[in-house]
Protein backbone atom coordinates (compact mmCIF):
# COMPACT_ATOMS: atom_id res chain seq x y z
CA UNK A 1 0.00 0.00 0.00
CA UNK A 2 1.36 3.75 -0.76
CA UNK A 3 2.17 5.84 1.80
CA UNK A 4 0.06 9.04 2.10
CA UNK A 5 3.53 10.95 1.46
CA UNK A 6 3.86 8.92 -1.40
CA UNK A 7 0.39 9.76 -3.26
CA UNK A 8 0.82 13.26 -2.73
CA UNK A 9 0.76 15.83 -5.76
CA UNK A 10 4.56 17.06 -5.29
CA UNK A 11 5.70 13.29 -3.64
CA UNK A 12 7.74 12.53 -6.74
CA UNK A 13 10.87 10.06 -6.32
CA UNK A 14 13.44 10.60 -9.11
CA UNK A 15 16.60 8.21 -9.95
CA UNK A 16 19.53 9.91 -10.98
CA UNK A 17 22.20 7.59 -11.97
CA UNK A 18 25.61 7.09 -14.09
CA UNK A 19 29.63 7.53 -13.76
CA UNK A 20 31.79 9.37 -11.74
CA UNK A 21 32.11 12.64 -13.92
CA UNK A 22 29.26 13.15 -15.29
CA UNK A 23 27.74 15.87 -13.23
CA UNK A 24 25.51 13.59 -10.94
CA UNK A 25 25.80 15.45 -7.66
CA UNK A 26 25.88 18.79 -8.61
CA UNK A 27 22.69 18.31 -11.06
CA UNK A 28 21.07 16.30 -8.23
CA UNK A 29 21.00 18.79 -5.57
CA UNK A 30 20.30 21.49 -8.11
CA UNK A 31 16.90 19.77 -9.20
CA UNK A 32 16.08 19.26 -5.46
CA UNK A 33 16.31 22.81 -4.67
CA UNK A 34 14.31 23.60 -7.37
CA UNK A 35 11.39 21.34 -6.98
CA UNK A 36 11.64 21.51 -3.27
CA UNK A 37 12.26 17.93 -2.94
CA UNK A 38 15.04 16.05 -0.47
CA UNK A 39 18.01 15.24 -1.91
CA UNK A 40 20.39 11.58 -1.54
CA UNK A 41 23.68 10.83 -2.37
CA UNK A 42 24.23 7.18 -2.40
CA UNK A 43 27.75 7.03 -2.79
CA UNK A 44 28.16 8.76 0.16
CA UNK A 45 26.84 6.56 1.88
CA UNK A 46 29.15 3.83 0.51
CA UNK A 47 31.85 6.00 0.62
CA UNK A 48 30.80 6.30 4.82
CA UNK A 49 31.05 2.77 5.49
CA UNK A 50 33.93 2.48 3.59
CA UNK A 51 35.49 5.05 5.53
CA UNK A 52 34.42 3.23 8.78
CA UNK A 53 35.91 0.23 7.76
CA UNK A 54 39.27 1.65 7.03
CA UNK A 55 39.01 3.63 10.39
CA UNK A 56 38.97 0.79 12.53
CA UNK A 57 41.39 -1.43 10.87
CA UNK A 58 38.99 -3.84 8.58
CA UNK A 59 41.28 -5.57 5.93
CA UNK A 60 39.05 -3.97 2.36
CA UNK A 61 39.89 -6.23 0.20
CA UNK A 62 38.61 -9.11 2.57
CA UNK A 63 35.24 -9.71 1.78
CA UNK A 64 34.44 -11.90 4.73
CA UNK A 65 35.60 -9.26 7.15
CA UNK A 66 33.58 -7.16 5.13
CA UNK A 67 30.36 -8.64 5.16
CA UNK A 68 31.20 -9.38 8.95
CA UNK A 69 31.62 -5.85 9.57
CA UNK A 70 28.72 -4.33 7.10
CA UNK A 71 26.04 -4.01 10.18
CA UNK A 72 28.04 -1.97 12.66
CA UNK A 73 28.21 1.62 11.54
CA UNK A 74 25.76 3.89 12.53
CA UNK A 75 24.90 6.05 9.20
CA UNK A 76 22.45 8.74 9.25
CA UNK A 77 22.19 10.83 6.04
CA UNK A 78 20.86 14.28 5.81
CA UNK A 79 18.43 14.82 3.09
CA UNK A 80 18.25 18.88 2.88
CA UNK A 81 19.94 19.80 -1.01
CA UNK A 82 21.01 22.89 0.54
CA UNK A 83 23.52 21.37 3.33
CA UNK A 84 23.47 17.43 2.82
CA UNK A 85 25.01 15.97 5.75
CA UNK A 86 26.52 12.28 6.26
CA UNK A 87 27.33 11.19 10.15
CA UNK A 88 28.80 7.71 11.09
CA UNK A 89 28.43 6.97 14.73
CA UNK A 90 27.23 10.21 15.29
CA UNK A 91 30.65 11.91 13.31
CA UNK A 92 30.45 13.79 10.81
CA UNK A 93 32.43 12.28 7.92
CA UNK A 94 31.38 15.16 4.92
CA UNK A 95 34.95 15.62 4.28
CA UNK A 96 37.10 12.56 5.63
CA UNK A 97 35.48 10.56 3.05
CA UNK A 98 36.44 12.28 -0.20
CA UNK A 99 39.94 11.44 0.53
CA UNK A 100 41.89 9.49 -1.89
CA UNK A 101 42.24 6.55 0.39
CA UNK A 102 38.41 6.06 0.44
CA UNK A 103 38.25 6.76 -3.05
CA UNK A 104 40.83 4.05 -4.00
CA UNK A 105 38.65 1.51 -1.63
CA UNK A 106 35.24 2.06 -1.91
CA UNK A 107 34.81 -0.08 -5.34
CA UNK A 108 35.77 -2.95 -3.24
CA UNK A 109 34.23 -2.49 -0.11
CA UNK A 110 30.45 -1.53 -2.18
CA UNK A 111 31.12 -5.25 -4.08
CA UNK A 112 30.35 -6.83 -1.05
CA UNK A 113 26.38 -8.28 -1.27
CA UNK A 114 25.96 -7.71 2.66
CA UNK A 115 27.09 -3.98 1.81
CA UNK A 116 24.54 -3.78 -0.37
CA UNK A 117 22.23 -4.95 0.89
CA UNK A 118 22.10 -2.88 4.08
CA UNK A 119 22.67 0.12 2.29
CA UNK A 120 19.95 -0.33 -0.13
CA UNK A 121 17.35 -0.95 2.44
CA UNK A 122 18.64 2.31 3.87
CA UNK A 123 18.40 3.96 1.12
CA UNK A 124 14.60 2.34 0.14
CA UNK A 125 13.51 3.41 3.83
CA UNK A 126 14.58 7.59 3.18
CA UNK A 127 13.17 7.58 -0.07
CA UNK A 128 9.44 6.16 1.11
CA UNK A 129 9.93 8.11 3.72
CA UNK A 130 10.43 11.27 1.93
CA UNK A 131 7.38 13.45 2.58
CA UNK A 132 7.91 15.53 -0.37
CA UNK A 133 9.69 13.68 -2.29
CA UNK A 134 13.42 13.22 -3.53
CA UNK A 135 15.88 13.10 -5.54
CA UNK A 136 17.90 9.99 -5.46
CA UNK A 137 21.65 10.02 -7.14
CA UNK A 138 23.63 6.76 -7.89
CA UNK A 139 24.39 3.92 -9.77
CA UNK A 140 21.70 1.38 -9.36
CA UNK A 141 19.06 3.69 -8.07
CA UNK A 142 16.46 2.80 -11.50
CA UNK A 143 17.69 -0.38 -11.63
CA UNK A 144 18.16 -1.97 -7.92
CA UNK A 145 17.28 0.51 -5.01
CA UNK A 146 14.15 2.05 -6.68
CA UNK A 147 13.42 0.09 -9.70
CA UNK A 148 9.09 1.88 -9.30
CA UNK A 149 11.09 5.55 -9.43
CA UNK A 150 8.64 7.82 -10.61
CA UNK A 151 11.61 9.89 -13.15
CA UNK A 152 14.63 7.64 -13.75
CA UNK A 153 18.12 9.88 -15.51
CA UNK A 154 20.87 8.02 -16.84
CA UNK A 155 23.95 10.80 -16.84
CA UNK A 156 26.60 10.01 -19.40
CA UNK A 157 29.55 12.13 -20.90
CA UNK A 158 32.88 11.55 -22.73
CA UNK A 159 35.76 9.93 -20.47
CA UNK A 160 38.01 13.25 -21.50
CA UNK A 161 34.86 15.75 -20.33
CA UNK A 162 34.54 13.42 -16.95
CA UNK A 163 38.43 13.22 -15.97
CA UNK A 164 38.68 17.11 -16.68
CA UNK A 165 35.57 17.65 -14.27
CA UNK A 166 36.39 15.29 -11.92
CA UNK A 167 40.11 16.34 -11.99
CA UNK A 168 38.71 20.00 -11.27
CA UNK A 169 36.91 18.76 -8.03
CA UNK A 170 40.45 17.61 -6.38
CA UNK A 171 42.47 19.63 -4.25
CA UNK A 172 45.98 19.44 -2.72
CA UNK A 173 47.92 16.40 -2.65
CA UNK A 174 44.67 14.28 -4.62
CA UNK A 175 45.24 16.65 -7.10
CA UNK A 176 46.07 14.56 -10.45
CA UNK A 177 47.17 15.21 -14.26
CA UNK A 178 44.13 14.13 -16.50
CA UNK A 179 45.63 11.01 -17.69
CA UNK A 180 45.93 9.54 -14.18
CA UNK A 181 42.34 10.81 -13.26
CA UNK A 182 41.00 9.37 -16.39
CA UNK A 183 42.79 6.20 -15.73
CA UNK A 184 41.47 5.99 -12.24
CA UNK A 185 37.53 6.58 -13.58
CA UNK A 186 38.23 3.63 -16.43
CA UNK A 187 39.28 1.44 -13.25
CA UNK A 188 36.11 2.65 -11.49
CA UNK A 189 33.68 1.91 -14.17
CA UNK A 190 35.27 -1.71 -14.75
CA UNK A 191 34.69 -2.34 -11.13
CA UNK A 192 30.94 -1.02 -10.66
CA UNK A 193 30.21 -2.22 -13.76
CA UNK A 194 31.60 -5.45 -13.35
CA UNK A 195 30.10 -6.64 -10.45
CA UNK A 196 27.90 -9.16 -9.74
CA UNK A 197 25.70 -7.43 -7.51
CA UNK A 198 23.91 -4.42 -8.18
CA UNK A 199 26.33 -3.42 -11.22
CA UNK A 200 26.19 0.17 -12.66
CA UNK A 201 23.91 -0.01 -15.32
CA UNK A 202 21.07 1.29 -17.12
CA UNK A 203 18.01 0.82 -16.25
CA UNK A 204 15.75 0.13 -19.68
CA UNK A 205 13.27 2.99 -19.00
CA UNK A 206 15.66 5.52 -17.78
CA UNK A 207 16.27 8.59 -20.19
CA UNK A 208 19.77 9.20 -21.16
CA UNK A 209 21.36 12.39 -21.00
CA UNK A 210 25.10 13.18 -22.24
CA UNK A 211 26.22 15.77 -20.50
CA UNK A 212 29.54 16.00 -22.54
CA UNK A 213 28.34 19.11 -24.86
CA UNK A 214 25.65 20.59 -22.12
CA UNK A 215 26.33 23.19 -19.07
CA UNK A 216 25.53 22.24 -16.30
CA UNK A 217 22.31 24.45 -15.87
CA UNK A 218 21.09 22.90 -19.54
CA UNK A 219 21.08 19.64 -17.55
CA UNK A 220 19.42 20.92 -14.64
CA UNK A 221 16.67 22.51 -16.51
CA UNK A 222 16.22 19.16 -19.05
CA UNK A 223 15.99 16.77 -15.50
CA UNK A 224 13.67 19.67 -14.01
CA UNK A 225 11.68 19.70 -17.27
CA UNK A 226 11.29 15.80 -17.12
CA UNK A 227 9.71 15.91 -13.30
CA UNK A 228 7.36 18.97 -13.53
CA UNK A 229 6.23 16.92 -17.14
CA UNK A 230 5.68 13.47 -15.36
CA UNK A 231 4.21 15.75 -12.14
CA UNK A 232 1.26 17.20 -14.12
CA UNK A 233 0.47 13.74 -15.36
Do not use: H
Request: glycine share 8%.
Amino acid sequence: METAARTAPAAVIVAIDGPAGTGKSSTSKAVAAKLGLGYLDTGAQYRAITWWMVNNGIDVEDATAVADAAGKPGIVSGTDPANPTITVDGVDVSGPIRTQEVTSKVSAVSAVPEVRARITELQRTIATEAPRGIVVEGRDIGTTVLPDADVKIFLTASAEARAARRSGELKGKDAADLAATQAALAKRDAADSGRKTSPLAKADDAIEVDTTELTLEQVIECVVTLVEEKRSE
